[in-house]
């Protein structure tokens, strides 16, 4: 089972729609969890961390079940801006960070 | 903003050649780290340091490679023999600690090619 794992995508959507990213992590003991947003061929970029009671920046929101292993993001109102990748992070107790493949997410006008 | 900078970004290097990659973490950080990201896949970890040692290294992460804290500033990477598989984007990071609420900032990366 990959350490961190997403779906793909891409996810196509057109302006002004909610859309919500899901991803799954294998190892139970892992502590500190975040979305980082990847535009193509950039660094990635810190977009929030995600605490166990839930936390929303704006239009972005995320969700954490320890007992699911599930985190999850959602954003409301999707803006041209937002289209970039996803990447869903898992920090190790070292502080090494396990990234996931990444969510491709695409809006149109 | 303090930001994490890196040089050069780009390299072209022929294969069994020595390339270093530079970096220049946040200054008041302690942390620093090098992942790579192959195009199309996805970010790896390659190795920490902390008090001027490495704190872990992955898998990838062999004798080929080194890191060094050479001055109060910079942080390098150091590839000794490239192989085409090395192509990639290297990204260099930083931050204060370890422990939650202490998050990494990443450069914008070497993009690494390897002819």
């Known amino acids: 089972r990959k350490e961190v794992e997403q779906d793909p995508g891409p996810f196509n959507v057109p302006e002004g729609a909610t859309v919500a990213f899901n991803c799954t992590y294998s190892?139970?003991?892992?502590?500190?969890f975040f979305w980082y947003r990847q535009d193509c061929r950039k660094e990635p970029k810190l977009l929030m961390s995600v605490y166990s009671s839930g936390n929303e920046d704006g239009r972005f929101t995320a969700q954490l079940n320890r007992a699911s292993q599930y985190i999850s993001l959602l954003i409301r109102d999707s803006k041209l801006s937002d289209s970039a990748t996803y990447l869903c992070v898992v920090k190790g107790n070292t502080g090494k960070l396990i990234f996931g493949q990444g969510t491709t997410l695409q809006v149109k006008p | 903003e303090p930001e994490v900078t890196q040089t050069p970004s780009h390299q072209v290097t022929q294969m069994g050649q020595e390339v270093i990659l530079r970096c220049v973490p946040i200054?008041?950080?302690?942390?620093f780290y090098w992942y790579r990201q192959i195009l199309g896949q996805k970010v790896e970890f390659l190795v920490s340091f902390y008090n001027n040692e490495i704190s872990e290294k992955s898998e990838i992460f062999d004798d080929q490679f080194s890191v060094e804290r050479p001055d109060g500033s910079n942080f390098t990477l150091k590839i000794r023999s490239t192989k085409l598989e090395d192509s990639a984007m290297y990204f260099c990071?930083?931050?204060?600690?370890?422990?939650?609420?202490?998050?990494?900032?990443f450069g914008p990366g070497t993009r690494l090619t390897v002819t």
């Open positions: 200054s008041n950080h302690l942390y």
């Open positions: 990071a930083s931050s204060e600690g370890t422990s939650e609420g202490h998050e990494q900032y």
């Open positions: 190892n139970s003991a892992s502590q500190s």
